[in-house]
């Protein structure tokens, strides 16, 4: 069963990069303060995570701080210096926090994991967009299928 309207994000530990090197934080410390529109992917440095989602937030950033959005944070199955590289190579800077979730454990706790064995990648993240209050589900927008019309930014900001 995957999270809710009205669910609590889990505690579960991910990480970041502080300083070039990985650091362990837990979800709830992370992302369970303010505002925070918390989107998943699949995988970094693939062609529509890479070519629009990930960039619609960087784009749209000034536009989600003036709806209220204290923190926009992007997370994949993928480890913490392969999602620090890939934010390095968007430019994201402090747009967006790059949050790694290397073994699963947030993606599985909160149910939108998907199968990527079929294309060499194992488990990963459906695409998704979610906004939190203070670490509750108050949206959540679950791609439908494998393209992006629900969970980009722009999509967001309708909705808040």
Request: proline share 4%.
């Amino acid at each position: 069963m995957s999270i809710a309207v009205g669910d609590t994000i889990p505690d579960i530990e991910v990480m970041t990069t502080a300083g070039g090197a990985p650091a362990h934080v837990q979800s709830g410390d992370l992302l369970g303060k303010g505002k925070v529109v918390l989107f998943g992917v699949p995988g970094a440095f693939t062609p529509t995570c890479s070519d629009y989602h990930l960039p619609s937030y960087v784009i749209r950033q000034e536009e989600l701080k003036a709806k209220g959005v204290d923190t926009v944070a992007c997370i994949s199955v993928n480890d913490p210096f392969v999602m620090a590289a890939w934010g390095d190579s968007q430019n994201v800077g402090d747009s967006v926090l790059m949050v790694a979730d290397g073994n699963g454990a947030f993606t599985a706790a909160i149910g939108l994991e998907m199968d990527g064995s079929g294309f060499g990648l194992g488990t990963r993240s459906q695409r998704y967009a979610m906004v939190l209050e203070d670490g509750v589900v108050t949206a959540l927008f679950v791609e439908p299928g494998g393209g992006l019309t629900v969970s980009a930014a722009d999509a967001v900001l309708a909705a808040l």
